[in-house]
């Protein structure tokens, strides 16, 4: 199934922001920062398309960053370090629907 195309937009931000893909490191600290914008059925479809488009070792790690996400919140820097990637690749971090 399609995803909305809001979310391919989000997708193709991710990958404009991490264009050689998003290392192991800033899984957490991104899924966070997407939930912070999204629901969690769209932060679960954006993971599966990444885990998707990724090699099975790095679809493990979205795995184990969506439960950690869910279970403790990553350091600030992290999230910053995330953003700046992601503002980099034209992310509009105020409003994502637009």
């Known amino acids: 199934m399609a995803n909305p195309p809001f979310l391919e937009k989000v997708i193709g931000w991710l990958r404009a922001g991490y264009p050689t893909g998003v ?28 885990a998707a488009s990724s090699d099975p070792a790095s679809a493990d790690e979205i795995k184990k960053a969506i439960t950690a996400v869910t279970n403790s919140k990553p350091l600030a820097s992290d999230i910053d370090r995330v953003r700046a990637h992601l503002a980099a690749g ?4 105020a409003d994502i629907r637009s």
């Open 90 to 93: 034209g992310w509009p971090l």
């Open 23 to 50: 290392p192991n490191v800033d899984y957490v600290p991104l899924f966070a920062l997407l939930g912070y914008h999204l629901s969690n059925d769209e932060v679960a479809a954006i993971a599966d398309e990444l």
